[in-house]
Nanobody, 124 residues
Framework: QVHLVESGGGLVQPGGSLRLSCAAS???????????MSWYRQAPGKERELVAD????????TYADSVKGRFSISRDNVKNMLYLQMNSLKSEDTATYFC??????????????WGQGTQVTVSS
């Protein structure tokens, strides 16, 4: 079982920046680094969408086209933390942001976990 807690959301003006954090705890296998970690977001009335993810082994990251060049995902496997640096924020970035851990490649199909979400509102 992995417990994920997001923080860092809030109200920010267009063009501003926020840094989201996700703290992982619990029984997450021998290595937190074996989990693919992701940020998703969900705006009111819309489906949840992948924002970015990161794989530790080779440092590979992927981003949604809508956030490329503005957002940066990173992780600290010693502290069991995931981050999302969000710059040049736009009103369309307004959503609840969720942290997701996927350990299914190592620990089976049930080893997928969600945080409770943190609200990001971009408005003047």
């Amino acid at each position: 079982q992995v417990h994920l807690v997001e923080s860092g959301g809030g109200l920010v003006q267009p063009g501003g920046s926020l840094r989201l954090s996700c703290a992982a705890s619990g029984r997450h296998g021998p290595y937190f680094s074996s989990y693919v970690m992701s940020w998703y977001r969900q705006a009111p009335g819309k489906e949840r969408e992948l924002v970015a993810d990161i794989i530790t082994q080779d440092g590979k990251t992927t981003y949604a086209d809508s956030v490329k060049g503005r957002f940066s995902i990173s992780r600290d496997n010693v502290k069991n933390m995931l981050y999302l640096q969000m710059n040049s924020l736009k009103s369309e970035d307004t959503a609840t942001y969720f942290c997701h851990a996927d350990g299914s490649a190592w620990y089976g199909p049930d080893a997928k976990y969600w945080g409770q979400g943190t609200q990001v509102t971009v408005s003047s």
